[in-house]
């Protein structure tokens, strides 16, 4: 249950203005580079500052294709839709930290988190509309109004057909590690009502904690309520922070690999002018975007 203080001990308290997953600060950089020299650094990616140190140790090409491909997987398979507003109930259990896909996979995760930026939450609907790469977010409740009538209506469209999934983030992005108990349960049980009231949906089993933190009582208040699957991820955009399209795309040819869950947010404009050329490396590696339900084998009408 421990295992992100187990297998980083040098874990401390986050701080500072970033609103989103900082992997990297929360880890010494003796640490840091440690991982980086052994190839298992895919979790520290998560913000900006990785993205720079990682470009210091290695140097990805940036062959990439301009002109966006044809899609790489379209939206009409997966069975029949998504009963919209027909809500399972939740099913309590132990909760299972997910850092990847499975052994073998030739899947990816592309999971979106937080969304205090009205045009990325427009562009990325819309960018899984046209392109038919499916999306899984984990959007904070509390920036709901940026979700457009028009937006939201297209958005449970691609819910229904299963090509784009929605996760719990929580309400507003607090570290639940100092939080007591019932303000977790609250701050989970409030998105809930979000997504479900907006987009007929439920986010259960998948919970994403913010900043990536977590503890015991944080996983026993969720795995409670029925959050038995914790988004964790290994590979990242980088964009928690303001990158540019390069380092994005760095990013992207860096960490888009078989059974990579890929961390990205609705929070700044960059990625939306690369869009194109990330789904040219999913293609050229032979990536499968997925939903975490795809990945992972869980449904929208069980919950
Ligand atoms: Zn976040």
Redesign the pocket.
């Known amino acids: 249950m421990h295992r992100s203080h187990g297998a980083y001990p040098d874990v401390v308290a986050e701080r500072g203005p970033c ?3 900082r992997e990297a600060e929360r880890l010494g950089r003796r640490r840091f580079l440690q991982l980086l020299a052994d190839g298992t650094a895919l979790l520290l990616a998560g913000c900006g500052a990785p993205a720079k140190a990682l470009s210091r140790h290695r140097r990805p090409s940036h062959q990439v294709p301009i002109a966006p491909p044809a899609p790489v997987v379209d939206d009409q398979d997966g069975g029949p839709p998504v009963p919209l507003g027909e809500i399972p109930p939740p099913r309590p259990g132990p909760p299972e930290l997910l850092w990847s896909g499975p052994p073998g996979t030739s899947q990816v995760a592309w999971t979106v ?2 969304g205090y930026c009205q045009e990325c939450i427009a562009q990325y609907l819309a960018f899984a509309e046209s392109s038919g790469v499916h999306l899984t977010f ?1 959007p ?1 409740g509390v920036f709901g109004d940026l979700w457009t009538p028009s937006v939201v209506a297209e958005a449970r469209t691609m819910v229904a057909n299963r090509q784009i999934q929605f996760g719990n ?2 309400w507003d ?1 607090k570290d639940l590690t100092k939080l007591p108990t019932a303000a977790i349960a609250e701050e989970l049980t409030r998105n809930e009502r979000w997504i479900e009231d907006t987009f007929g949906v439920t986010a259960r089993p998948y919970f ?1 904690p ?2 990536g933190n977590y503890n015991a009582r944080v996983l026993s208040v969720a795995g409670d309520l029925g959050y038995t699957k914790v988004l964790m991820w290994n590979g990242t955009f980088g964009d ?1 922070t303001v990158e540019t399209p390069e380092q994005i795309v760095s990013l992207a040819e860096q960490w888009l690999r078989p059974g990579t869950i890929m961390l990205g ?1 609705l ?1 700044h404009t960059p990625i939306l002018s690369v869009f194109g050329q990330i789904q040219a490396i999913m293609a050229q590696r032979g990536l499968d975007p997925v939903t975490v339900d795809e990945m992972f084998g869980t449904s929208r009408t069980t919950g």
Request: charged content about 20%; hydrophobic content about 5%.
């Open positions: 609103p989103s997953c988190d937080d984990n904070n983030h929580t992005h994403r913010p900043y928690a947010h929070n």
